[in-house]
């Protein structure tokens, strides 16, 4: 073997070392998150949304979810769906704060934050998280867990998710139109 096959060896190897290497300390950067509800959807009987003095309540018997605030809307298939393909899933990601006095500036105390309740069919409590939508991070939301306080980080935006208004969730059931009669 000549000298420069030697040295081009000798530099691919060194090469391949240093990007094995990056790797293994770039995964130390990776954020693991844990999903906010973990349980199964089953469970879920009953869900509230409130912010300030803006409450929506949906509750499910037997696989149909209605509107307690509008029994004459159909809740929207795709937005129960989301909800539970989404904002269920949404995962705290990372630790920002735990000090109470922080909570204003990230939008998660009581009075600012929007409230998500979910109870299970015995009216016990399976979660309660206020989110809030402070600061200029459109991809991210922060999420408080009721009586905690500790503030995180979402792995995803999820805050519009959390509407309060019936039409957002219901719409009015489609009306069969009357058959026609063949006058042939």
Do not use: C
């Not at 040295?7 to 290497?21: D, E």
């Not at 990776?30 to 869900?47: A, V």
């Not at 630790?95 to 109470?100: T, V």
């Amino acid at each position: 073997m000549t000298n420069t096959i030697k040295y081009s060896i000798g530099v691919l190897a060194l090469l391949l070392i240093l990007f094995f290497g990056n790797q293994s300390s770039q995964k130390s950067y990776d954020l693991e998150g844990e999903p906010i509800y973990s349980g199964s959807k089953e469970k879920i009987s009953r869900i509230v949304i409130s912010e300030n003095d803006d409450t929506l309540e949906l509750v499910r018997s037997d696989t149909t979810w209605s509107i307690t605030q509008a029994g004459s809307l159909k809740v929207k298939d795709l937005q129960i769906g989301k909800f539970f393909d989404r904002l269920l899933t949404v995962e705290q990601e990372m630790l920002i704060s735990s000090k109470s006095e922080k909570w204003e500036k990230f939008g998660v105390d009581d009075s600012l934050g929007r409230h998500l309740q979910v109870f299970d069919e015995n009216n016990n409590e399976l979660l309660h998280y206020i989110f809030g939508n402070s600061g200029q991070d459109y991809q991210h939301n922060y999420i408080r867990q009721n009586r905690s306080n500790n503030v995180y980080r979402t792995n995803d935006n999820v805050y519009f998710l959390l509407n309060t208004s019936t039409t957002y969730w219901g719409e009015k059931p489609k009306i069969p139109e009357p058959e026609k009669v063949n006058e042939n």
